[in-house]
């Protein structure tokens, strides 16, 4: 271990250099993982603990038993790997021997069925905006295009005239971590974005603007912009469900799994860098499942 021990402060300066220019962390993640060793070491200042050196097994426990009793069993989780990231990066800059979090036991996480949508309650929803205008032309491209292709919000926020291809109905999306992946498009979709196309120039003047989708100010749609319009067609479908675009992206999935389509399939069109979370969507009912496997399976 280095003679000298930096700061704490130092450490988080060296940290957040690391986790952004060497690691290359998305700007989010890069954020949250600052804030929560810096919540860590808020906590150790109030144990009377300054130092790199102070850090013990006993300290992150009693570090996560405090946080248990206000936050969810995720949230905690989601904050100890931080911690396991940042003290393995500790140990590697020769300020640590050895790792206090590595030992300590993950939170259980109580698993949870996502929440989807109907066939029917999608046909619904996808039926409420009106074409006929500008803006319900949009919306209405938007809700098709999440169905159609199960991107995450801050995909489709993020999406540039460039990085759509009409005539092989597909979609370049630069998902998390970076990671750029090419989704196709059902043909209602690319109908309703070609639509939408038309009308486009209703938001802006600008030609060259490379936004696909476009506020009232003629800028880039935000996710809350989003959220608000989901809301609001929800109310006036008259689902009555709590919807996020998030649930949208998981009633895409439900939707292709019960059809039969291949798990493998659906973690590379959801961008799941692991099979485990894309596994989520095997709660599709068992009449389904029964009836792809008579069509599907040899021996039925």
């Known amino acids: 271990m280095s003679s000298k021990l930096p700061s704490l402060s130092e450490v988080l300066l060296a940290f957040s250099s690391y986790i952004k220019d060497?690691?290359?962390?998305?700007?989010?993640?890069h954020k949250n993982y600052l804030a929560d060793v810096q919540q860590f070491f808020a906590f150790l200042k109030t144990q009377g603990k300054e130092k790199i050196a102070d850090i013990h097994v006993d300290t992150v426990r009693q570090y996560l038993a405090d946080l248990l009793k206000e936050k969810q069993a995720s949230s905690v989780a989601r904050k100890l790997a931080t911690l396991r990231t940042f003290f393995r990066y500790c140990q590697?800059?020769?300020?640590?021997?050895?790792?206090?979090?590595?030992?300590?036991?993950?939170?259980?996480?109580?698993?949870?069925i996502p929440k989807f949508l109907?066939?029917?309650?999608?046909?619904?929803?996808?039926?409420?905006?009106?074409n006929l205008t500008p803006m319900g032309s949009r919306d209405r491209a938007i809700l098709e295009l999440f169905y159609s292709s199960g991107i995450r919000v801050s995909e489709l926020v993020?999406?540039?005239?460039?990085?759509?291809?009409?005539?092989e109905r597909s979609l370049r999306v630069l998902g998390k971590g970076k990671k750029e992946r090419i989704v196709p498009v059902g043909q209602k979709a690319a109908d309703a974005l070609h639509l939408y196309f038309e009308k486009r120039s209703a938001f802006?003047?600008?030609r060259d603007f490379k936004a696909v989708f476009l506020?009232?100010?003629?800028?880039?749609?935000?996710?809350?912009?989003?959220?608000?319009?989901?809301?609001?067609?929800?109310?006036?479908?008259?689902?009555?469900?709590?919807?996020?675009?998030?649930v949208l992206r998981h009633t895409f999935a439900t939707h292709l799994l019960g059809a039969g389509a291949d798990?493998?399939?659906?973690?590379?069109?959801?961008?799941?860098s692991s099979l485990s979370t894309t596994q989520k969507y095997t709660h599709v009912g068992i009449d389904q499942m029964i009836e792809v496997y008579d069509k599907s399976h040899p021996k039925a």
């Open 215 to 246: 506020n009232r100010q003629g800028g880039r749609l935000s996710v809350r912009s989003v959220e608000r319009m989901l809301f609001k067609y929800l109310k006036r479908s008259g689902i009555q469900k709590s919807v996020t675009p998030h």
């Open 263 to 272: 798990m493998r399939g659906i973690q590379e069109l959801l961008g799941h």
């Open 92 to 112: 590697r800059r020769g300020w640590m021997q050895e790792n206090p979090a590595k030992e300590v036991a993950t939170p259980r996480i109580p698993k949870r």
């Open 204 to 206: 802006t003047s600008d």
């Open 22 to 29: 060497e690691r290359q962390l998305s700007e989010h993640t």
């Open 118 to 130: 109907t066939v029917d309650e999608m046909m619904l929803l996808l039926d409420v905006p009106d």
């Open 158 to 167: 993020g999406l540039n005239i460039a990085n759509i291809d009409l005539s």
